[in-house]
């Protein structure tokens, strides 16, 4: 039976969705959505790495061949050696971010 909420202003809503958004001046290419609690390791940030590269290959044609270059700030999961061990695996140049150097 559905509950019908008499003052919906009144009701608290605690869920959250962490989402990651790549995109380049065509537009969206990749948006990964994860569980409240997910914890972003490198493993994780490949498994989203090879997700856009896929999305590339797909929406993008042309775009691998011609040059990738990935903006993303210093989190660890971003500068982890096997985050950067893949992307130089797929040829991609890392622009640095502000607050630092990138992976050269």
Same mark, same amino acid.
């Given at each position: 039976?559905?509950?019908?909420?008499a003052?919906? +202003?009144?009701?608290?809503?605690?869920?959250?969705?962490? +989402? =990651?958004?790549?995109?380049?001046?065509? #537009?969206?290419?990749?948006?990964?959505?994860? +569980?409240? #609690?997910?914890?972003? =390791?490198?493993?994780?940030?490949?498994?989203?790495?090879?997700?856009?590269?896929?999305?590339?290959?797909? /929406?993008?044609?042309?775009?691998?061949? /011609? #040059?990738?270059?990935l903006?993303?700030?210093? +989190?660890r999961?971003?500068?982890?050696?096997?985050?950067?061990?893949?992307?130089?695996?797929?040829?991609?140049?890392?622009?640095?971010?502000?607050?630092?150097?990138?992976?050269?």
């Amino acid at each position: 039976m559905d509950t019908i909420i008499a003052a919906p +202003a009144s009701c608290e809503v605690r869920a959250m969705m962490m +989402a =990651t958004v790549f995109w380049e001046r065509k #537009g969206i290419l990749l948006t990964e959505f994860m +569980a409240p #609690g997910t914890t972003i =390791t490198s493993e994780v940030y490949c498994e989203t790495m090879n997700k856009l590269r896929r999305s590339i290959q797909n /929406k993008r044609r042309g775009m691998l061949t /011609k #040059g990738v270059i990935l903006l993303h700030d210093n +989190a660890r999961p971003h500068t982890a050696a096997r985050t950067n061990a893949l992307i130089k695996l797929f040829n991609w140049e890392i622009f640095g971010h502000l607050s630092g150097t990138g992976a050269k």
